[in-house]
């Protein structure tokens, strides 16, 4: 069996369980878009925007500008990038390097 089919399986099986499961709700009024629109006018819903793009332009930061420096100029393996960009920054070089770009943080 593929992986695929094993996936659809139990995908299959959690729909059948929600279905038979999850009482049904009737459908709740809803008032005019605008006022649907009012959430964003909050101060805790626009940080947590805020907060949320940061973490995004972080990420994006490290996969663009980082990993460059460690498989272009510090030798590291492409594969190894996520791995050590996810780790602190004393294990993201290793001593044994001698690049002048990589030198350890410990």
Do not use: H, K, W
């Amino acid at each position: 069996m593929s992986r695929f089919a094993a996936v659809a399986a139990l995908v299959l099986v959690a729909v059948l369980l929600v279905l038979r499961y999850v009482p049904a709700q009737p459908p709740t009024a809803t008032g005019p878009v605008l006022r649907e629109l009012r959430v964003f006018s909050g101060r805790d819903v626009q940080l947590a925007i805020a907060m949320t793009a940061l973490g995004n332009v972080g990420v994006l930061a490290v996969f663009t500008f980082i990993s460059p420096l460690l498989t272009d100029f510090s030798g590291f393996s492409a594969g190894s990038v996520p791995a050590r960009c996810s780790s602190s920054s004393c294990s993201a070089c290793s001593p044994s390097r001698s690049s002048p770009v990589c030198r350890p943080a410990c």
